[in-house]
């Protein structure tokens, strides 16, 4: 009986400059990318044993249940993975720190009855998560931990539609040629914190979204890695005092 494709969101992350740092380093790294991909998943909602999961070495791919909301994948997952491996990197030596590229994408393909997954939508994801683009943008900004890629296809069907926590202004359009693929794609990376999914802005609460870079984004990027249950105080530099959390959201007392 032949198989019915499913139409599934895919994922793609790899550890960018993982080469060369020795067996030890590598299993290190590799254990805090698992944790922390792990975490994510579970701020996200979404059950990382239900996933189809395939090990690439230094990274992993993973297929979404179906019915999985696409804009979860972007926010709050993508900042939930960012602001954990921020925090394992503030930690970590040279050896031992993590900076990945990740891919979005989604389509229909073919999952047999052991699990096995095959289509060329994973081709695509594939040619993203390797292209040029997010390879520069983490060698040109040192600062950045996570630089995503995501597809035509589900830029149009998730990112530019607004959804909250997703700022489609965040992306920029991008040319990507890798072998025989070539194709438009959108490119991300976050350079500050944004409000996690569980929390919202009420009534004279300040927040800021991640964008692709910009000098506050700058700034802020050591105070995303605070744990979540930390506050941070520091002078503003008018009158009040500045209370920040994990999440980004900013209260400021009347007190001086």
């Not at 895919?10 to 975490?39: C, H, M, N, W």
């Not at 929390?199 to 890695?225: I, N, V």
Request: hydrophobic share 40%; with cysteine; charged share 20%.
């Amino acid at each position: 009986m032949e198989e019915v494709p499913e139409y599934r969101a895919l994922f793609a992350v790899d550890i960018a400059g993982s080469a060369g740092r020795g067996d030890v380093a590598l299993r290190q790294i590799r254990e805090a990318l698992s944790t922390a991909l792990r975490e994510s998943f579970a701020r996200s909602g979404i059950d990382w044993e239900a996933c189809l999961r395939q090990d690439l070495g230094d990274g992993t791919r993973v297929v979404f249940p179906a019915g999985t909301p696409k804009a979860s994948l972007v926010h709050p997952l993508v900042h939930e993975l960012t602001v954990r491996l921020r925090a394992h990197n503030r930690l970590a030596g040279p050896p031992t720190r993590v900076r990945v590229r990740m891919a979005l994408h989604a389509g229909d393909v073919h999952i047999g009855p052991d699990g096995t997954v095959v289509g060329r939508p994973l081709e695509v994801l594939a040619r993203l998560l390797d292209a040029t683009p997010a390879r520069a943008a983490l060698a040109q900004t040192p600062e950045a931990t996570t630089a995503l890629l995501v597809s035509q296809h589900f830029h149009e069907e998730t990112v530019c539609q607004g959804q909250p926590g997703i700022d489609p202004a965040s992306f920029r359009h991008v040319s990507v040629r890798e072998k025989e693929f070539a194709a438009s794609a959108w490119l991300h990376v976050p350079a500050c914190a944004t409000p996690s999914a569980a929390e919202s802005s009420g009534p004279g609460e300040l927040t800021e979204s991640g964008g692709s870079g910009g000098r506050a984004g700058q700034d802020r990027a050591a105070d995303d890695e605070i744990p979540s249950n930390a506050k941070m105080i520091s002078r503003a530099s008018g009158h009040g005092v500045i209370y920040a959390v994990q999440s980004g959201t900013i209260h400021i007392s009347g007190k001086t």
